[in-house]
C-alpha cells in the first residue's frame, strides 16, 4: 500500500541534511529509479547549485541514470530555472536539479522536472518513491549504458530568449544579491546585457554562503537594503540559493511586501492570475481593477504549476517570491521575475510609490499546538462547520484547509501544518476589530475541537 512506502519527497523536491537524510547512495538510487521510470535511451538534464557537496551528489544522480541505460545532460552549475528551462528547450524526457534551494550549507537536495519544465506532480514523485521502496531498478547490459554529454552553452540560449522576451529599456541601476548561490554570474550577467546598471553584492559562487544566509528574508538581506539606499538604486533584487525566487526591495531600502509586489505583478499582465490560498486579498483587488482574476490552490509551487497548466492562466506565483512565467517556462525563476519587476518599475514609476499605493489589511497569523493524529478529523469538522460560525460569508475554499472569505474582503485560513504539529490560522481583516474578532472565533473553534 501507498501508505507503507517512506516518503522521500517534501513539498520542494527531496531535501535534508546531507549523510543524515541525503547519501550519494539516496543520490544514486534516486538516479536509477528516474531512468527505470522514463525507460532507457531517455535524455535527462542535470544541473547543481553551489553547494559543496554539489558534485558528489551529480556525479551519484548521473551514475544511477547511467546504469538505467538513459543519457545524462550534464549543464553544470546553474540555477534551478536553467534546468527547467533546458529540460524543454532540448527535448529532454526529464530535468534533475542538485539543490537544497534556501536552506543551510549542511543541507543539499533533489528536484526532478517534466519536459515542460514542470516540477514532478505529487503522482510521480510517489511513483519514484514506490520503485526506491521495493528495489525494482532496470539494470542496462554493459552495451547500453549511457553516456554524459556537456550542454553547457544552453544557457547562451536562456540568456538570449530571456532577453528576446523582456523589452527592457537601458537606465536603470540595480543591486542584486546573489547569496554566492547558483545565479552569481548569471543574473547580474543578464540584467547588464539588458541595459540596467549592475551593483553585485554576494555574487561569487561559495557553498559556505559567507555573504548571507540563502533565505532571503528581511534579517538576511539587511545589506542589500543599505546599499540601494547609498547608492540611489531605483530597485534591489535578491535571490535565494538556487534562484527560483526573487525578493525586490523598493527605491527607498525597503523590502518589498511580498503579497504587495505579486499583487502589483499581476494587475501588470493580467487576466487569470493563480495563487495559492495564504496570498493576501490584496492580488484580488488589484486585479478586479485592470479586469482580472484570480483562481487559488494549494501552499506550493507545484500546485500553482498545475493549475496554470490546467486553466491555462497567464501568470501564477506564491507570495514567497516564487513566481511562474507560462509564456516562457513552467519552471519558477526569479530571473525572469527580477526583469518583471524591472520593466513593471520602467513603465509605472517609482516601486516605493507603487508599493505604498496597495491598500492593505490588517493580517493576522497564529498557531496552535495538535497532534498529527488530530489534524484529520478536526479538519473535517472544520470544512462543515467552520463557516457556519461567521456570517456574511462570501465564498468557501476547500483546497487546502478552509479559506472564508466575507463580503467586505475580509478572510481567514486555517490548514493543518504540513511539517510540524500545528493547525495554522492566517487572515485579513477590513479593521483591526474585525481582524481580532475572526481571529478569537476560528481559535475558539479550534481550542473547543481538540
Known sequence: MDTEIPKLFGTSGIRGKIEKDITPELALRVGRAISTYLGKKKKIVVGYDTRTSNLMLERAVSAGILQGGCQVLSIGMVPT????????????????????????????GIKLWNPDGMAYLQEQERTIERIIHENKFYNAPWEDIGKITDVSPVVNDYTEDLLGLMNI?????VVVDCANGAASYLSPFILRKAGCKVVSLNAQPDGFFPGRKPEPSEANLQELMKVVKVTGADLGIAHD?????????????????????????????????????DASACIDRALERVGGTVERTKVGDVHVAEMIHNIDATFGGEPSG?????????????ILSALKVIKLVQNRGPLSLLLDNIPVYPTMRDKIDCREDQKDPLMEKAKTDLPSIYQEVADVNLKDGVRISFEDGSWVLVRPSGTESFIRITLEGKTEDKARMIHEKAAKFIHELL
Not at 322 to 334: Q, Y
Open 81 to 108: 530555472p536553467v534546468v527547467g528551462y533546458a529540460t524543454m528547450k532540448l527535448e529532454a524526457d526529464a530535468g534533475v536539479m542538485i539543490t537544497a534551494s534556501h536552506n543551510p550549507s549542511p543541507y543539499n
Open 322 to 334: 516564487t513566481w511562474l512565467h507560462p509564456e516562457f517556462c513552467m519552471c519558477p525563476d526569479g
Open 241 to 277: 540559493g538556487d534562484a527560483d525566487r526573487m525578493i525586490a526591495v523598493d527605491d527607498k531600502g525597503r523590502m518589498a511586501d511580498f503579497d504587495k509586489l505579486l499583487a502589483l505583478v499581476s494587475a501588470e499582465i493580467g487576466g487569470c492570475v493563480v495563487t495559492t490560498v
Open 169 to 173: 529599456q537601458p537606465g536603470l541601476k
